[in-house]
């Protein structure tokens, strides 16, 4: 794969260091990767655009899937998670999902995260949407996430891996030969490193989480903004499924005008028993799936929209009342806080919902390595797409995914190389190209993509919708082009401008993709294609970026995705 030759408007790196392997992410897929890197004895350095702890997976609240009850099987879990793919899922990733999932789940336990018991001892598992058993394992009622979280960043600095937090990833750097070489990267504020620097690796894994920033109401923290995506498609790599973005069914409603990071209600309180009701205090999807309430995520997303159409209301409820404030304690503390903080109490009424951006099924396209179509390009979790998703992910199966993928990950890294290839080859990065650079946006076009995106792109989309939002974004990306073509000038570097140029990125792939996909699959709907149609879609819709920032387009012949081109033997 050829690289673009494409990157961020930026000062020329005024520090460096050398590593192995470089993870950029600390959520549970980067984590996990850096401390199997570190065990298999490769410098590994973790780049985090925050704190170790500031990413999605802290937020995560139901908990992780895996067969782990008795009864359970992989197989049954491979069957919930094919049918929530609507017809997408590569069957080999998944089957790699749900079979090492269980052990990628004990070896977690084993770093130190601890799950909720029952009396008897073992792990206390709930059931959640497209679930047909309780495989869910949680923590602390609903802050599985945070558990993840604590016990990944202790043992992190437990074994003293080298960490540059407050970094913001910019761009992939390659060697002559289109290699991974490192990347380029920005400290913010105080610390070992500030400004502009490179980490010269021959191995970089994504772990940058997802992209919910792009809309305007999303349960995504703020640093969700694309950019191991922005990066992938500067590089030459291919992205794939990128219209397959999953709007949580039930996010806490804050009103229409509501912007950023909302509060999520997790499924796992439908999986345990919440009803779905209207104003009226009916329960609409009761008849429409044999799960109801528990259908899979797109299903009951779309359910609570039409409910909404036809009532002409901003939102539904949900209704726990019945739980008592015992069970909303003891099982859902962090959801009954939020809830109450914004002058909702869930004992006493029912919780206002409606969905929200939540999660991207489609990514950085990867093998069942974890290898992307740039050799030395790895991507796990929320920024890769594995197949394993398909057109919609089954819930808590995203956890699972960073875990074992990662793992895959490093096995690969240190199957690839030996300690003297590794020490013997020292990238050396081609130098940085004046032309062409990507122009960079004004921060205030955030805000215009992220409407642009809501209104044309969102839950309900069609051919006009998202054909205005194409011009829209179009209009943007032309208005920086020009001023950069004509006299050179962009927005001035920064934190700011650099996540509004991601998210540019990511939105006109999103809504290239999109417009193509003529059909209604998983949680992609089309108001104007309403049926699944096998015949022309069951595919997969793969982007690169050209050199000239125009996006190359096409589909795969099947729903199998091609190999990645991958010949990591050669590095």
């Keep these: 794969m050829t690289s673009t030759g494409i990157r961020l408007h930026a000062p020329a790196p005024g520090w460096n260091i050398s590593a192995d392997v470089v993870v950029v992410g600390s959520g549970v897929a980067g984590l996990t990767a850096a401390l199997r890197c570190e065990a298999a004895g490769l410098r590994t350095v973790v780049v985090t655009k925050a704190r170790l702890d500031d990413g ?156 919910g920033q792009v809309f305007s109401a999303t349960t995504n923290p703020s640093v969700s903004t694309g950019d191991g995506v922005a990066l992938a498609l500067r590089a030459g790599a291919e992205v794939s499924d990128l219209e397959f973005v999953q709007f949580h069914p039930t996010v806490l409603f804050l009103g229409a005008d509501a912007e950023g990071q909302q509060p999520l209600v997790s499924e796992a309180v439908r999986g345990e028993g919440a009803h779905l009701v209207d104003a009226d205090g009916v329960r609409f999807m009761v008849g429409k799936h044999e799960l109801a309430e528990l259908a899979p995520r797109d299903i009951v997303a779309k359910g609570i929209m039409r409910r909404m159409q036809e009532q002409d209301a901003e939102h539904m409820f949900l209704d726990a009342r019945h739980f008592g404030a015992e069970m909303w304690e003891h099982r859902f503390p962090t959801i009954l806080a939020a809830c109450r903080a914004h002058g909702i109490d869930p004992v006493t009424e029912p919780v206002p919902v409606a969905p929200a951006a939540h999660y991207a099924s489609g990514g950085v396209r990867t093998d069942s390595h974890g290898r992307t179509t740039v050799p030395g390009l790895y991507a796990c979790g929320e920024v890769a797409c594995t197949g394993v998703h398909g057109a919609n992910r ?93 006299n050179g000038k962009t927005a001035e570097p920064g934190v700011d401008t650099w996540e509004a140029t991601n998210l ?50 096409h589909t795969t012949d099947t729903a199998d995705f091609p190999p990645t081109r991958q010949h990591h033997q050669e590095q």
Excluded: K
């Excluded at 009864?71 to 049918?83: I, Y």
């Excluded at 070489?181 to 980490?199: P, R």
């Design 56 to 211: 999605s997976t802290r937020w995560a609240q139901g908990g992780i899937a895996a067969a782990l009850g008795d009864g359970d099987t992989p197989e049954q879990h491979l069957d919930d998670t094919l049918v929530a793919g609507a017809g997408l899922c590569d069957e080999e990733a998944v089957r790699i999902l749900v079979t090492e999932g269980p052990d990628a789940v004990r070896r977690l336990i084993e770093t130190g995260a601890h799950f909720d018991e029952s009396e008897e001892g073992g792990l206390e598992l709930t059931r959640e949407g497209g679930h047909h058993r309780r495989r869910i394992a949680h923590a602390g009622g609903d802050a599985t996430g945070a558990e993840i979280s604590r016990a990944l960043v202790e043992a992190v600095r437990a074994r003293g891996l080298r960490t540059v937090e407050n970094a913001l990833v910019l761009d992939l750097l390659t060697d002559a030969e289109g290699r991974t070489a490192g990347v380029t990267l920005h400290v913010m504020g105080e610390g070992q490193h500030d400004g502009v620097g490179a980490v010269h690796a021959p191995a970089v894994v994504l772990a940058t989480g997802g992209m």
């Design 504 to 553: 540019l990125c990511v939105a006109r792939v999103l809504v290239a993709a999109a417009l193509l996909r003529e059909e209604t699959r998983g949680c992609h709907w089309r108001e104007d294609h309403a049926d699944r149609d096998d015949a022309d879609w069951r595919r997969h819709i793969v982007v690169r970026l050209n050199p000239d920032r125009t996006l190359a387009v």
């Design 394 to 486: 089954l819930a808590s199966n995203s956890l699972l995914e960073g875990l074992v993928y990662a793992e895959r990950i490093v096995s690969d890294i240190a199957a690839s190389r030996t300690d003297d290839a590794l020490h013997a080859r020292v990238p050396a990065p081609v130098e940085r190209p004046e032309r062409p650079a990507h122009p960079l946006l004004a921060p205030e076009a955030r805000f215009a993509i992220q409407r642009i995106m809501t209104d044309g792109a969102g839950v309900l989309r069609s051919a006009a919708s998202l054909e205005r939002a194409a011009d829209q974004l179009q209009r943007l990306h032309a208005e920086a082009r020009d001023a950069l073509d004509e």
